[in-house]
């Protein structure tokens, strides 16, 4: 599209650019104009529809007061009253059939004064007339009303005759046929279609339509249902008029005005519209030619002469004659021409220097690692990290930092002299790239440079002390392009950071370590959200009866890739990208659902679940496990909530306020790894628990270990002085389960007493452990009693 611009060139695009806005403003005044007279034509169509609806029902009510007129001198006639007193059948019959057809109409009844059918001219019975129409007739001297009779629509009439001691119910019909349809067509000016609707699965059918209906479109237009009083056609503008209703369905006139017909005035005038745009897109094309011929020539000198400016030339400024805004074009570009050399250069030195140390910027130094890295020459680096450099800007002023990290900047160049390249890629980052070296002498280079940055510095007179992190690397053994390189000088950073080192060296796998953590991050989202994850249950037994009281679920994932995570892993990744919530709503829901489940099958046991640290400081926590739990088949203190001394320790304020939520929900909260952390025992008597769980790490070798044994008696005996049951995790062997008797812990867990099973095979585990419940029963309880 550029080359085709560039062919045609500016006086050419000109005259373009003058026909298209010509053509454009054209066509749109024409369409304006057509949609306008498209709709006036269509707003007369339907206007028309409105004055054919009124004379419809005009020609229909005139119809309707000639027949009632007519069959007013019928009831009246002496001879037929005189048939009717005789109540013989033949004269009835006689009678009926030579009064009507004189009336004009199609059919009639003659009924008796209760309604009972005295005579008729129909060969086949009519439905029945009802009480409410011959109480309308009586009390109106008639009654109308619509009728369907062998697919055929008539306007049926009730007329009382009534004479001293005589009273019958002359019921006479009249067609709604095609002669009404041709005449209220003609008149109207319109096409007209009588139907009716004998119930809503069937829709309509026609009974009468106007001669000059084409048959081909008749068929959609009777079943079409519409919407309003408007049927969709293509051909017609049309109208539904409704003619009443009766037993049998709706009457209905449909009204139609041919489209072709209504809109052969638009169309005319549409070419008329077309014509005239035409002659204005030739005129107006003459006309650009002539303009573009005159103002192209300076135009295109001025095009020259910018791209000369652009290629970099000093090209000379053409002569305008024509004055004005040529003229100050021409000389803006001469001024500008002059700026961009200057201009040019300052940007490049903005883009690859640092405004406040005058050292390269970022992309200096990658350009710089990328050419060495193409060239497969090696280098080394050394990175250099200020610490508490937002707090010297807070405290001191940004000014006064900027001047740190000027002087900062001058040690550097004085310490690395043959640096190939120096830059501060951060707030207080500096990366230098050296020629390669010894990893000794490497090292050296960075102690070096350490005690330089780390010596006083002379800050406005005054001597002023930094600390930095130093890091080395090997280039291209460490790290292969820039986007390695980025990424691990800040996992250097981060690991001098965590173990608190001032000079680190990159270790090799790190980056690695990272990548399967951020892998793990990702993946761990997918499977909380397509259940990835699997819960296991561990039974906690009744320490006197040896009776499954509860099972504690733990969540476990087998990765598709990289097969079994540690709970411990990805727990924490889990609370350091921010889903721990999202983790422990899952865990909840499964739980509930689970628990459930067994509950259904006839397994009765209480849950314990584990919440992290980040869960006691979530003020939704309880609000979410009273939904999950809404339906809870027990009492809500066989749900535990296991939480663990440094949990609690984290933000105890926070933590206090979620644990009393929870303790008003009735479920039963219980400490964690006891004896791990480091509570006091007056913050453990201050908190609303019911429960103290010993660490396994004091009850895996309880049998072996007197301290152990000491520890664990203790901690029995004061958990139980504060009103606290106390569970004991871990235990491996039946002398570990006997002692733990002995000194009256409540309840225990552990591989020993049954290890972690999943949901589908906790059933049978129950049963295993009910068979060995009289092994694990407190015996010395048995001979006290």
Known sequence: M???????????????????????????????????????????????????????????ERRTDLELSRLSVVVRDFGFRSAIASRDPATLSSALENHSGRAGADFALLLGQQGELMASTLAKALPGITPTQLSNARRDGSDRSLLTVDQRGYEV???PVEAPGLRAWLVAGFELDQELADIIARLSGSSVIFRTSTDASSGFTSFAASTDIDRAEEPALISSAGGGHFI????????????GASGQGVFEAILMISREASLQNYYTRALEIALLVAVIMILATLLALLIARHLGRPVLQLADYARAVGQGLNPQAPSIRTGGELLQLRDTLRDTLAQLTRREAEIRYAATHDEVTGLGNRNALMHTANERFKSGEPCSLIGLRVSDLSDINDTLGIEFGDKVLLGLSYRLRDELPDALHIARTGGGEFLALLPACSLETLDQQAKSLHASVESPLSIDRTPFSLRATLISMQLPADASNSNELRRRVNLTFEQALQQR??????????????????????????????????????????????????????????????????????????????????????????????????????????????????????????????????????SMDRITLEVTESALMEDPAEAMATLNRLRNLGVTLSVDDFGTGYSSLSQLRMLPVQELKIDKSFVLKLNTEPQDQLIVKSTIDMAHGLGLKVVAEGIENLETWKLLQIWGCNVGQGFYLSRPVSAADLAQTAATIKERQQELADISLEHLS
Do not use: C
């Not at 306008?36 to 269509?42: H, N, P, Q, R, S």
């Not at 969709?232 to 003619?243: G, H, I, V």
């Open 232 to 243: 969709e056609s293509a051909r017609y503008f049309t109208r539904t008029l409704n003619l």
């Open 157 to 159: 009439l009730v007329v």
């Open 2 to 60: 550029e080359r085709t611009a560039n062919r045609i060139g500016f006086r050419g695009r000109l005259v373009t650019a003058m026909v298209a806005l010509v053509a454009l403003v054209s066509l749109l005044i024409g369409a304006l104009l057509m949609v306008y007279l498209f709709e006036d034509e269509k707003r007369r169509a339907l206007e028309q529809l409105s004055i054919a609806e009124r004379l419809t029902n005009e020609v229909i």
């Open 501 to 634: 080192l001032t000079i680190t060296r990159y270790e090799p796998g790190r980056d690695e370590n990272h990548l399967r953590e951020l892998k793990l991050i990702s993946d761990l989202h997918s499977a909380i959200r397509n259940n990835g994850l699997h819960m296991n249950y561990q039974p906690k037994l009744d320490s006197h009866s040896g009776q499954l009281l509860q099972v504690e679920a733990l969540v476990r994932w087998v990765h598709p890739e990289l097969g079994f995570i540690s709970p411990e892993e990805f727990i924490f990744l889990a609370e350091q990208s921010g889903q721990i919530h999202d983790l422990t709503d899952h865990i909840l829901q499964r739980v509930a659902g689970d628990a459930r489940a067994w509950f259904r099958e006839g397994l009765d046991a209480g849950v314990a679940i584990n919440l992290s640290a980040m869960d006691l400081t979530r003020p939704g926590l309880a609000e979410r496990v009273a939904r999950t739990f809404e339906d809870w088949h027990h």
